[in-house]
């Protein structure tokens, strides 16, 4: 599995609702996967999912492998799959961003990308800054961390 994806960046969508990608990543996203980029929805949150090809892939058999009389499997199978989209990065180092998924997460001009080590996150600049609001709050009054956390030395 790819890793190295990490950090918060802000970013503008242009006028036609392409992004252009930080410069830090361009060369790896070129060597890994030759630029080549999956988007889909995030099944439980309003941002977007940036896979690189490879990653993606990996996800989707998984995906196609679950059980169709299962009625999880099958929305899972719906939402990710039947939303995602290939693109490239072009010249420029921009990807365009479909109106279905800026509507999907509500996204306007500014934007929040943020690295999760093998993909990316896409948020609408005020969603991520009221989640992350949230997020902090709510590990505030966690008491009690889940065994794996539990051994996470931060």
Known sequence: MFSGFRGVH?????????????SRYRERLQEHCDGELVLTIHPSERCLLVYPRPEWEDIEERLTRLPGLNP?????????????LECQLDGAGRILVTPP???FAGMDRKTVLTGLGNKFEIWDET???SSREQWLQENAEDEALSGELE????
């Open 127 to 129: 969603t991520w800054s």
């Open 101 to 103: 998924l800026r509507e």
């Open 10 to 22: 802000y970013i503008s969508l242009d006028a036609k609702g392409r992004l252009a990608w930080p």
């Open 151 to 154: 051994s996470l030395a931060l």
């Open 72 to 84: 999880t499997a099958r929305r899972l199978q719906r939402l990710l799959i039947g939303h995602a």
